[in-house]
């Protein structure tokens, strides 16, 4: 079941699979919305990090092809002519990586991928960002909760 709050004008929070996945969305313009989904996982922060971080690790479950070009131009291809140019601009050992979008409409919108562990639980979230059409949201959870699905298969979480 799907439950929405509204703190503010912009910022909602949504719930599909208690303790499982939350969605966070902060509409930074009319058209383009801003989108965070958490996912619990059960793996350690630097596995988890070769397959956020690395060509190889994020051809098994979020691009079907990854190239780089000069350790941080990334060129993600789909089966389905999708393609998606980004640019490495930060990378933290264990913590998170963030691209940014080099053909997104807008120049401040980006990728990240971000682990997080509860300090009293150690439970491990992984934390997506990424900005998407307005009225998109919901499809947009939906291909990421089957990537992530890809994931946990391939990392036995």
Do not use: C
């Not at 709050?5 to 383009?32: C, D, G, Q, W």
């Not at 264990?94 to 979008?101: A, C, G, L, Q, T």
């Not at 307005?134 to 992530?148: F, L, N, Q, R, T």
Request: net charge negative; aromatic share 12%; charged share 25%.
């Amino acid at each position: 079941m799907l439950k929405h709050f509204e703190f503010n004008t912009k910022l909602f929070f949504l719930r599909h699979y208690p303790l499982l996945k939350k969605v966070i969305m902060a509409s930074t313009s009319t058209s383009r919305t801003k989108l965070e989904l958490e996912y619990a996982l059960r793996s350690s922060p630097n596995i988890l990090y070769q397959y956020i971080s690395n060509p190889s690790g994020l051809q098994n479950w979020f691009a079907d092809h990854v190239g780089v070009k000069n350790g941080e131009n990334y060129k993600f291809k789909w089966d389905d002519g999708t393609e998606m140019d980004a640019l490495l601009v930060k990378a933290v050992q264990s913590k998170y990586v963030r691209f940014k979008i080099l053909d997104a409409a807008d120049s401040d919108e980006f990728l990240e991928f971000r682990i997080q562990q509860d300090a009293i639980t150690l439970d491990i979230d992984l934390i997506i960002t990424e900005f998407v059409n307005s009225g998109d949201e919901e499809s947009a959870a939906s291909i990421w909760d089957a990537a992530v699905d890809s994931l946990r298969f391939t990392i036995g979480a």
